[in-house]
């Protein structure tokens, strides 16, 4: 068990309906990443935030924001879904640290189906 | 454009069996790899590796990194049962934050 901790576990939407996922980091944690993982395929970067400031992004839409609480919980947001929008999304809490890279912890995941 | 491969795609084993994993990069300015199992959920983390030949060993895996080279691989002897999984690889490169990500090796033990 990590201590990252995501909800819902499961969720069904249809299309152009708009979803909120949440996650809450593990104790003593300041960053939140959060992945959309496709089916046979490796977590896709969504973006980060650090200290409630989104702290790079990949490469997806406006239509994916997202929100770092003073807790450093976080939120992700979709709105306008689309079909191609199903996935597992996985969120993943860390230490920042300076020099080279700290490791990601990922909670359990949400998955996604929009029909 | 920064990338990382990793083969095989898809292994079976027998219960007993050694694996090897490899994972290969094109990156600029590498920082750290890590190494992931994934069951039916989250990435659980296994390695970071930073320096190169350094051997990172946890029970019956070990993983080492080549820097000249560019690749990295994971072993796992005496596989189990429980070591079915698919098994990923992910760096950090230059002052970028994210991590990026291989497409995987599914691993499946047979009994």
Partial sequence: ETGVTQSPTHLIKTRGQQVTLRCSSQSGHNTVSWYQQALGQGPQF???YYREEENGRGNFPPRFSGLQFP???SEL???ALEL???ALYLCASSLRLAGVGETQYFGPGTRLLVL | EDKVVQSPLSLVVHEGDTVTLNCSYEVTNFRSLLWYKQEKKAPTF???LTSSGIEKKSGRLSSILDKKELFSILNITATQTGDSAVYLCAFYAGNNRKLIW???T????NP
């Fill in chain 1, 84 to 86: 191609d929008d199903s």
């Fill in chain 1, 77 to 79: 947001n979709v709105n």
């Fill in chain 1, 46 to 48: 969504i973006f980060q």
């Fill in chain 2, 102 to 104: 291989g497409l995987g």
């Fill in chain 2, 46 to 48: 296994l390695f970071m």
């Fill in chain 1, 71 to 73: 807790n450093y919980s």
């Fill in chain 2, 106 to 109: 599914s691993l499946a033990v």
